[in-house]
């Protein structure tokens, strides 16, 4: 695209992305790079790659494939309480499938066009091993404003949207685990599982928000349990999380209550692409009020304590839960 | 790194990538996204990524993998007439193997430092394929003076940095072929092409001069004759080369004249990562002095002319020469 343009390639990113590629600063991908406007903001900045066999299926539709690479990246710049400001594209291909490449750049122009995050640039290179998406994505904020991990203090009530737990669900029903067997008779929940591993919806509608009452947050991608633990210790506190609080999908809860899932596979499954955050309680009614006009449901589900340590995970009794597992690793 | 950390990568980037994270931006890797200032200046974005058995060999030093993987993407920058600002890195690795990661930072780490290019962030992720490095970068130009490809106009003469051709022979050795053989008794000059294929030296001295006084430019990566002709394409210009003006190493000529190689293995190689521009008549004169200043040797190698079209590329006698290839494609 924007650089390292090559015969095959370029008619590859003539016919599929140069029509996605609408904003002034993208060039037409016509050169070897773009040119992002700062208008005084900060350029906030997030790299996310997803892998074949390890963030997607091979049998993936591409156009999910698409969808899931961008929204990963746009669920951080909603976290950092940034907007959108575009991305570029890196893909290594194993060989030129046209009607894969076609679904999967109508896929992410749809979700270019839907989150308001053009595409600036790129890069296609061969492989010969798994196909990799590669996305860096572009946010702005005003000038020393991006939320940090860093900021959550003593007292803050812990904030988290949507629903945890649904991705890894759907992974497992995908490598025909448990979960698949148990829900074999209800068609739709595995659907709306699946759905929610391959396309994550992440919370950009909540950035302005977060910008605007958040002392701290991120998104939870590798696991609630580990993620904020990360939060945690980014900012030198603790925390309280009440289990029973978290917030699950009638479909997850069903699965729990069965005893064929157990909490941890839950909290550390990852995939989620929710927003997690630190509130200090004199926002919190302001920041419940403005989730729910931008239609995101947020949940609180512990307390910040000052003492630096892991956050306890507590069971209805208040008893503090053991994981095994906090969140996915890679190595 | 600054996104996606996971409890086996978060050790393996405190311990190698950390020590080189030091722009305040960069937030010491701790979070899921850098804050990039922008001055007030544009963003200017590219990215390229360099794939094990096509860009770089398994058994290449990993020093120097991490250096051109930099340098491909400073060579953008530098062609674009911009400052670097900054870069974001995606590693794919098949495992941990602590001797190379280490020996991969030093040479990213040193990199960075000597061309005011710090790491910003970036995403580690495991692949059963053959290993990836991608990299986003970041260059700062007053607003809207990013050096494009479509600026040449007829009369503009085509100047070129460096030498051509000298990578695509270090390739050539090693891969043993009759580059390699000729050459068997010569290790200073086989080593000096391998470097060239190695590390590029990208010539981010010169983008002041190219701001200043180019009317066009891009970096040659795939090959002198195809990155000329996509230049043309986008000026709707055509040029007259002259071959014998193409600027060889002393290695590269003594090849060419035993008849080793032909002209087009040099022109149509890749590899390169030098500067190709049109410069107007009226300001060669300070382009080359300024050149001149900043170490970087330029050479005249012929004119554009007015009528769209596939640039002409001319022998001693002036006739035009038929290149069957005009750059390395991977599809």
Redesign the interface.
Known sequence: M?????????S?IARYFKPIATDPGA?GL?????????H????????????E???FLPDDPPDSIARKALRVNLS??A??G?MPAGF???L??R??DEAWLAAFARGLGEDANSFGCPL???????????Q?V?I?A??R?P??R?V???GARAGDRVMVTGTIGDAALGLDILKGGPVAAALSGDPAAKEMLVSRYRVPQPRNALAKAVREHASAA??V??GLA?DFA?LCA?SGVSAGIDTPLIPTSAAAAGLLAKGVVGLEALISGGDDYEILCAVPEAHVAAFIQEAGRAGVAVTAIGTVTGERGMPRFLDAQGTEIRLRH??????
């Open positions: 924007a650089s390292r343009q090559r015969s095959g390639e370029d590859l060039f016509d050169d070897d790079a773009a040119a992002l406007k700062a005084g903001e900060d350029i906030v900045v997030t790299t996310d790659g997803i892998v066999g390890v963030h951080d710049i976290a950092k940034a570029v594209l890196t290594a291909l060989g030129v600036l640039g790129g890069d296609t290179v061969s492989t010969p091993g798994p990799m590669s860096t572009f946010g904020v000038e020393g991006m940090r991990r860093s991120m998104d991608s590798d580990g990360k980014a906090l969140s996915y690793s890679h190595f």
